[in-house]
């Protein structure tokens, strides 16, 4: 079980082997396609000139950070707003898990611990960390009792709701079909209550 996605295979390597850079994908992962957000964790260890470091991130010049952001082609349509939530992430995982964010997930009991460590992160509310937790359990093996349902819409294998759910080029589509749905139904809904 690996993460692919259709965006370059050394960005996909990189998530494949470094927690960080998974996560930080994933706190890149809003307003911005997923192929965008999944492979700047690369071009960030492109920039820096080496992979990227939690704690060398909680501590980098917040100026300075965002200046690596916002160098064409900038990191996230939001590189001011983002670096400095990329560094909150990186602080809490120095303060909570040794800066390692791979025991972030690796030490979860249950599904419902591993869900509430995700959504207590900075910018992590609770679909955001479900998506994460059925990444974890589909495409690494992350899988603590009760992850599916910790998970919620996200869990099933089926589901196609997700970063979670790519594996290939029409299962991104897929996706992209389902979040299509999903959005016109919530207009629908809007417009109902008048």
Same mark, same amino acid.
Request: hydrophobic fraction near 45%; include cysteine.
């Given at each position: 079980?690996?993460?692919?996605l ?16 998974? +996560?930080? %994908? ?9 192929? @965008? $957000?999944?492979?700047?964790?690369y ?5 820096? %000139? ?5 704690r ?7 100026? /300075?950070?965002?200046?690596?952001? $916002? ?9 001011? /707003?983002?670096?400095?939530?990329v ?28 869900? @509430?460590?995700? $959504?207590?992160?900075?910018?992590? %509310?609770?679909? @955001? ?7 974890? %359990? ?12 910790? $998970? ?11 970063v ?7 299962? +991104? ?8 749905? /999903? @959005? ?11």
């Amino acid at each position: 079980m690996t993460l692919h996605l259709p965006i370059d295979d050394r960005a996909n390597e990189l998530l494949n082997r470094n927690p960080l850079a998974l +996560l930080l %994908g994933m706190v890149l992962d809003q307003q911005i396609p997923m192929e @965008k $957000a999944f492979s700047s964790p690369y071009v960030l260890t492109e920039r820096l %000139g080496h992979e990227p470091d939690a704690r060398e991130l909680a501590g980098y010049d917040a100026e /300075a950070l965002v200046a690596v952001f $916002a160098q064409p082609p900038a990191l996230h349509r939001f590189p001011k /707003a983002m670096a400095g939530r990329v560094q909150e992430v990186c602080r809490a995982l120095v303060e909570q898990y040794d800066g390692d964010a791979g025991r972030l997930w690796g030490t979860a009991d249950s599904g419902a611990e591993l869900l @509430k460590r995700v $959504a207590a992160l900075p910018g992590f %509310g609770r679909q @955001k960390a479900q998506i994460l937790v059925a990444l974890l %359990g589909k495409r690494f093996g992350v899988r603590p009792p009760g992850w599916r349902e910790a $998970a919620g819409g996200y869990g099933p294998d089926d589901a196609y709701a997700s970063v979670a759910d790519v594996t290939d080029a029409e299962s +991104l589509l897929r996706v992209r079909e389902s979040k299509q749905q /999903a @959005k016109a139904a919530a207009r629908a809904a809007r417009d109902a209550r008048g």
